[in-house]
């Protein structure tokens, strides 16, 4: 609903305000994939992923299908019960930060 007292430019002013914090959590995001990705044995694979996969607004499904392993699997990788090899991490964060980056194009094409 907009705020009657601040009319459609108050809400214009936020609508701006959203899209430039979004930009930034991605941009946040995208740092820490690459960091992760430099160092994949000891990133904290679990919170990771489940940062990337709230900011991205996958669904266990689509996250399953991105990296071809079952949903219980992507399941226990975001909660921390286990992880995949660091060879499989670095990739897992390598192919996030592709998905970041074209969701930051879109952010800036918008």
Do not use: C, Y
Request: glycine share 8%.
């Amino acid at each position: 609903m907009i705020d009657t007292v601040a009319g459609p430019e108050g809400f214009d002013r936020e609508v701006q305000a959203f899209d430039l914090q979004r930009h930034a959590v991605f941009e946040g995001l995208a740092r820490e994939l690459q960091q992760s990705s430099a160092s994949p044995a000891t990133a904290d694979f679990g919170r990771v992923l489940n940062h990337a996969q709230k900011i991205l607004g996958k669904s266990d499904l689509q996250m399953s299908q991105l990296f071809k392993v079952s949903r219980p699997t992507i399941n226990r990788w975001t909660r921390g019960v286990n992880a995949p090899h660091p060879l499989l991490r670095k990739a897992v964060f390598d192919a996030l930060l592709i998905e970041v980056r074209q969701a930051l194009k879109g952010l800036r094409a918008g």
